[in-house]
């Protein structure tokens, strides 16, 4: 069951991309509260619109297809694109070129701040015993990570050149619950993930941020001190889930590249062709 809203600004229109997928979803119904009309687009099915919410199922790479997409829109939450390690193509045109329309699409309607889904697999290759900040240079894990990187970038450009803010998110594991030992580290709970996007959209100042998207887990990699600005608090912790993960799960062999790196299982996957 939703929670009550967090009281703060109401928008006028909000852009949700990715809106068919898993972290989409559950973001669907909560943004609603947050705004009179909810945009929702995707490429797979997004079912039948509520009140309130307006449908423009769009492929990224489509130029013209995004440029309407961000017509009269206060802000946007861009979930859309792959968000898993795969093929260079589809990463290419979703994560790449489809961020890229996304910015233009922002300039050229003056749409004035941005919410990414950007990855903790932006830093996949930093160690399970280091505490990165949000300073932390990129160390990709992968094709997808990279990709991600690309929008930080890409971000931080038409920050400086056109004062368009983005708080880039690097996502750890947005799950209902942890599921395994590295997610008792990467683990965001649902409330946690809305309390992060609505504090990205909301900061009086963003300018161009990054802040990871992690509960308030005691053995976390990452320091959020960097995006104090952002006024992002966690509330929910993986601590009670920890004894049923490891009774049931076998500590992993120390030589195993998916309990050094904070990229888990990214860090091996691929390459696909
Ligand atoms: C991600 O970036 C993925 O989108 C998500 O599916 C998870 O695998 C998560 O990272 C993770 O690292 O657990």
Redesign the pocket.
Known sequence: MLKTPITVQRFRRLLLTGAAG??GRELRARLKRYCDALRLSDVADLGAAAEGEELMPAPLQDKAAVLDLLRDVDAVVHLGGV??EQPWQPILEANIVGVYHLYEAARKHDVRRIVL?S???VC?FYRQDEVIDTRAPPRPDGL??LS?AFGENLSRLYYDRYGIETACMR?????PQPKDR??LA?WMSYDDLERLVVACLTAPVVGHSVVYGVSDNPRRWYDNTGASHIGYRPHDSSEPYRAAIEASQPPPDRDDPTAIFQ????VRTGPFE
Not at 171 to 175: I, K, N, P, T, W
Not at 263 to 266: E, K, Y
């Open positions: 898993g972290l968000s898993t889904a990855s903790n697999h996949g997808y990570g991600k996502l750890g594991s947005a799950f590295r997610m990467t990229g888990g299982a990214f």
